[in-house]
């Protein structure tokens, strides 16, 4: 018989957020016409992927970038490109593996 137990409840707290000079919201972005129906989107983070030196990476799928979040919350865009990143996955400390809805499988060196 499996043991069900509570899972244990912790409060977050905001470490950091996307800054308002990386903020788009753009009612005619594709991605917010076929997932918000329109709604101006500014962003929608996925992927998070943790590198060996403390940092964050994050993907936008909307905007088709990529950023990273150093150690004290200050955020820096890696790539912008035509695309919808979403997963990603570190390879090695110097790429990562991004799952695109529009490219497929992508390397980032």
Known sequence: MISLTQPEIRQAEVF???P?????PD????????????????SFLEGPVWHPSGCLYV???PYGRIFRVD???E???IVQYQGEPNGMKLLDEDTLLI???QNGLMKLP
């Open 75 to 77: 955020w820096e865009l």
């Open 99 to 101: 799952t695109d809805y």
């Open 59 to 61: 993907t936008d799928i």
């Open 27 to 42: 009612p005619a972005n594709a991605w917010s016409a076929a997932n918000r129906g329109g709604q101006a989107v500014d």
């Open 16 to 18: 950091s957020r996307l």
């Open 20 to 24: 308002d000079r990386f903020r788009k």
């Open 71 to 73: 150690r004290q919350g």
